[in-house]
C-alpha cells in the first residue's frame, strides 16, 4: 500500500473556514457569501439569450418573445455572445503578450531586462527570417520586438507562427477560410461583426471565434510565452512547494498575482537581494518570502522555483492569513474585493498596470524603463509594513506540498530522452515520448487547463479528473489555476507515481518526473500547441488523430473561451465543466459540439458531471489508439 498521500479538498476546504472565522472577526467580504447573494443566477444570462448591444433592448429571448426588437433570433444573439466572450479572451491574452514583447524592446547588456535565453531568440529570429549572423544580441532583440509588435497591427499575410503548425492543420485552416491575420484584427473584426446590424448567421460567427481564438494561441499568447522565454529564460525542471504554508509568519510575505513576469520578476530580484533582506530584518522580520497566486506564480515558480501560494479561489485566503504585508497586482483576474478586504487587514494592495486600476489599491504604475526602480520601492513598502501587523489575526494553515514545475517543451522533450529502452534521441524531437504512446505504455495525454469557478467545487474537479486520469496511465500537460490545484494537492510531487497506473508509473521512475507536468501559465497554453505540433510532425499524423485532448473543467474567464476555440481549432477535442452560454441556441450548440469538427476535425464536449466528463475523455483517447491500431 501507498505511503504517499495527497492533500484533500476537505483539507483545502477546512483550511478556508478557519480563515473565514478570522474574516468574520474584522467584518471581511467573502466571494462565498458573494456566491450566496448572486445565486440563483439569471437563467437568460446562462443561456446566452440576452442581447444589450444596441440600446433598443435589452432584449431576452423567450417562446413568446422568439426576436430581439432588431429581428434577431436566438441563434444570432447567442452566437454573437459567443464571438464577444472570445474577442474579449483574446484581445486579454495578446495583450499581455504584446506588453512582453514591448519589455523585450528595453532590455540592454547589466540593465533591469536581459536576454536570458539567447539561443532561443536566435531560434525564432531564423525562423522569422531574420539576418542573425554576426548582429549584437541586443540589437537583435530591439529587431524582433519590433517585428513582434508588427504582428498586432501588419496590413497583409497571416501571423508569422502559423508556420509552425503541421502543413495538414494549416490547410485545414485555409479551406476554413479561418487563418489568423493581424492579431488586432481579428479582435476587431470580431467586435465589428457583433455590432448591430451585422453578423447574425451562426456559422459565421463561429467561424471567427475559431480564427479570433487562434490569433490568440498562435499570435499573441505565442509572443507572450516565446519572448518572456528570451528575457527570462526557458523553464527547466526546478523544485518549489505550494500551498498557503508557503507563506512564513516570521518573515515579510508578498504575494505576486496576475499574469504578466515583467513585474513579478523585478519584485522577485530586489526582495533576493542582501540591501533588502537587511532593511526587512531592521524592520523586525527574519527575512522575505515572496509567493504567488494565479499565472505570475506559476511564471515565477517555473523559473525561480517561487512557491505558490494559491489559484484564483485562493486570491482572499492570502489576505486573510493576517501575515501579507503587500499584495502587487500586474493584469488579470485580480478580484476587486482585495481593496476592501486589505483594508480589514494592514495588508497592502498594490496595484501596478493602467490596464488594472481598482479602488482601495495603492497604484505604483510599473513600466519597463523604470522597473528596477520601482520594483525596489514595493518591496521597501511591504518590509515597512510589517510592523503593522496585528499579531493576533495572524494564521497561516499548515498545508503544503513539495512540487517540480518547469516543463516547457525544451525541458520534456529534453527529459524524455533516453526513457525508451531501445532509443536514445539525440535530435531533441518528440520521438521518446512517442514510443512510450505508441507502445501502451502511455496511453494518451490531457491538457489541462483554467481555472477555478464556484459553480464547481473549488479544485475538486482538476485534482479528481487528475487522479482518474493518471490511474489510468494518461499524463497530465497543465498550466494556469489547474496546475496549481494539482501542485497544492500533490500531484507534481514526484512521488505521486504511486498513484499512476503501471506503465505511466514506469515511465515517471525512470524519467524522474511527476505525473501532471506543469506547463506554465494561461499564455503558455502555446506551449502545448507547440508539443502537439512537434508530436504530429515526428509521427507523421494529423493532431486530431494523437491520442491527446484538452480540458477544462473549472474554466471561468473569456480567456478560457478564446483558449478553447484555439485548442479545438488546432485538432484537440476539448472537454469542459462549465457551459459557456450557448445553451440557448441549438444551432450554436451543434456546431461547437459537432459541427466544426468538418472544419478542425476536433469539438467540445460539454459535461458537468466529472467523473463522466473523465470517462468521456478515456474513451476518446482509446478510440484514437484504436483507429491508429495502437
Ligand atoms: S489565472 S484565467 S483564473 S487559469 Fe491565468 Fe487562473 Fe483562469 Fe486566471
Given at each position: 500500500?501507498?505511503?504517499?498521500?495527497?492533500?484533500?479538498?476537505?483539507?483545502?476546504?477546512?483550511?478556508?473556514?478557519?480563515?473565514?472565522?478570522?474574516?468574520?472577526?474584522?467584518?471581511?467580504?467573502?466571494?462565498?457569501?458573494?456566491?450566496?447573494?448572486?445565486?440563483?443566477?439569471?437563467?437568460?444570462?446562462?443561456?446566452?439569450?440576452?442581447?444589450?448591444?444596441?440600446?433598443?433592448?435589452?432584449?431576452?429571448?423567450?417562446?413568446?418573445?422568439?426576436?430581439?426588437?432588431?429581428?434577431?433570433?436566438?441563434?444570432?444573439?447567442?452566437?454573437?455572445?459567443?464571438?464577444?466572450?472570445?474577442?474579449?479572451?483574446?484581445?486579454?491574452?495578446?495583450?499581455?503578450?504584446?506588453?512582453?514583447?514591448?519589455?523585450?524592446?528595453?532590455?540592454?547588456?547589466?540593465?533591469?531586462?536581459?536576454?536570458?535565453?539567447?539561443?532561443?531568440?536566435?531560434?525564432?529570429?531564423?525562423?522569422?527570417?531574420?539576418?542573425?549572423?554576426?548582429?549584437?544580441?541586443?540589437?537583435?532583440?530591439?529587431?524582433?520586438?519590433?517585428?513582434?509588435?508588427?504582428?498586432?497591427?501588419?496590413?497583409?499575410?497571416?501571423?508569422?507562427?502559423?508556420?509552425?503548425?503541421?502543413?495538414?492543420?494549416?490547410?485545414?485552416?485555409?479551406?476554413?477560410?479561418?487563418?489568423?491575420?493581424?492579431?488586432?484584427?481579428?479582435?476587431?473584426?470580431?467586435?465589428?461583426?457583433?455590432?448591430?446590424?451585422?453578423?447574425s448567421k451562426p456559422e459565421a460567427l463561429i467561424r471567427q471565434a475559431l480564427r479570433n481564438g487562434l490569433s490568440d494561441g498562435w499570435g499573441g499568447s505565442m509572443c507572450g510565452t516565446e519572448f518572456s522565454d528570451v528575457l527570462f529564460g526557458t523553464p527547466k525542471p526546478i523544485d518549489t512547494e505550494a500551498n498557503l504554508g508557503v507563506m512564513n509568519?516570521?518573515?515579510?510575505?508578498?504575494?505576486?498575482?496576475?499574469?504578466?513576469?515583467?513585474?513579478?520578476?523585478?519584485?522577485?530580484?530586489?526582495?533576493?537581494?542582501?540591501?533588502?533582506?537587511d532593511y526587512a530584518k531592521s524592520m523586525g522580520a527574519k527575512g522575505i518570502t515572496v509567493s504567488g497566486v494565479c499565472c505570475t506564480s506559476n511564471e515565477v515558480a517555473m523559473r525561480r522555483g517561487i512557491p505558490m501560494a494559491g489559484n484564483f479561489l485562493q486570491q482572499e485566503n492570502v489576505v486573510l492569513t493576517g501575515a501579507c504585508e503587500a499584495i502587487v497586482v500586474d493584469v488579470q483576474c485580480i478580484f476587486p474585493a482585495l481593496g476592501p478586504l486589505s483594508k480589514c487587514f494592514h495588508t497592502k494592495f498594490i496595484t501596478t498596470s493602467p490596464i488594472c486600476q481598482m479602488p482601495d489599491s495603492d497604484f505604483i504604475e510599473f513600466d519597463a524603463g523604470t522597473a528596477g526602480e520601482k520594483a525596489k520601492q514595493i518591496v521597501k513598502l511591504a518590509c515597512e509594513n510589517f510592523k503593522n501587523r496585528k499579531p493576533e489575526l495572524v494564521h497561516i494553515p499548515d498545508l503544503k506540498h513539495k512540487a517540480t514545475v518547469g516543463y516547457s517543451v525544451e525541458a520534456i522533450v529534453k527529459t524524455l530522452d533516453g526513457v525508451t529502452n531501445s532509443q536514445v534521441d539525440e535530435t531533441g524531437t518528440t520521438k521518446p515520448l512517442l514510443e512510450c504512446i505508441t507502445s501502451g505504455v502511455i496511453r494518451g495525454a490531457v491538457a489541462m487547463v483554467g481555472c477555478n469557478n464556484p459553480k464547481v467545487r473549488p479544485d475538486t474537479a482538476h485534482i479528481e479528473l487528475m487522479k482518474k486520469l493518471i490511474a489510468n496511465d494518461i499524463v497530465i500537460i497543465a498550466s494556469g489555476c489547474s496546475a496549481q490545484a494539482a501542485a497544492r494537492a500533490g500531484l507534481m510531487d514526484k512521488a505521486a507515481k504511486d498513484l499512476c497506473g503501471a506503465g505511466l508509473k514506469r515511465v515517471c521512475e525512470l524519467a524522474d518526473i511527476p505525473p501532471v507536468l506543469h506547463m506554465g501559465s494561461c499564455v503558455d497554453i502555446s506551449r502545448m500547441l507547440i508539443l502537439a505540433a512537434e508530436l504530429a510532425k515526428d509521427s507523421g499524423l494529423n493532431i486530431s488523430q494523437l491520442p491527446v485532448v484538452g480540458c477544462a473543467p473549472e474554466w471561468m474567464s473569456e480567456k478560457a473561451v478564446s483558449i478553447g476555440n484555439y485548442v479545438v481549432a488546432t485538432g484537440l477535442d476539448t472537454y469542459l465543466g462549465v457551459d459557456p452560454y450557448v445553451s440557448g441556441s441549438t444551432e450554436v450548440a451543434s456546431l461547437l459540439t459537432e459541427g466544426v469538427r468538418d472544419w478542425v476535425e476536433a469539438a467540445y464536449t460539454v459535461e458537468k458531471d466529472i467523473d463522466k466528463l473523465g470517462d468521456l475523455m478515456i474513451a476518446r483517447i482509446e478510440e484514437k489508439r484504436d483507429a491508429l491500431g495502437i
Open positions: 500500500m501507498s505511503e504517499f498521500k495527497l492533500t484533500t479538498v476537505e483539507e483545502f476546504e477546512a483550511a478556508t473556514a478557519r480563515l473565514l472565522e478570522t474574516g468574520a472577526k474584522v467584518g471581511a467580504d467573502s466571494w462565498q457569501m458573494r456566491v450566496k447573494n448572486q445565486t440563483p443566477h439569471c437563467k437568460f444570462g446562462e443561456q446566452g439569450v440576452c442581447c444589450r448591444i444596441c440600446s433598443m433592448g435589452p432584449c431576452r429571448i423567450t417562446p413568446k418573445a422568439p426576436r430581439g426588437i432588431c429581428g434577431c433570433d436566438v441563434h444570432g444573439i447567442v452566437g454573437r455572445n459567443f464571438l464577444r466572450f472570445t474577442a474579449g479572451g483574446a484581445a486579454t491574452h495578446s495583450d499581455h503578450g504584446r506588453e512582453i514583447c514591448i519589455t523585450l524592446g528595453h532590455a540592454k547588456e547589466g540593465g533591469d531586462y536581459q536576454v536570458k535565453d539567447p539561443e532561443k531568440l536566435i531560434r525564432i529570429a531564423k525562423e522569422w527570417g531574420v539576418e542573425t549572423e554576426g548582429k549584437d544580441i541586443y540589437d537583435l532583440a530591439h529587431e524582433m520586438s519590433d517585428l513582434a509588435q508588427e504582428e498586432y497591427g501588419k496590413i497583409r499575410g497571416v501571423s508569422r507562427w502559423l508556420k509552425r503548425a503541421p502543413q495538414h492543420t494549416q490547410d485545414l485552416w485555409h479551406a476554413a477560410g479561418i487563418e489568423p491575420r493581424a492579431i488586432d484584427r481579428e479582435v476587431s473584426c470580431a467586435l465589428h461583426m457583433t455590432h448591430m446590424g451585422n453578423t509568519a516570521e518573515n515579510v510575505n508578498i504575494v505576486v498575482h496576475g499574469h504578466d513576469p515583467s513585474l513579478s520578476e523585478m519584485i522577485c530580484e530586489y526582495a533576493d537581494s542582501k540591501e533588502m533582506i
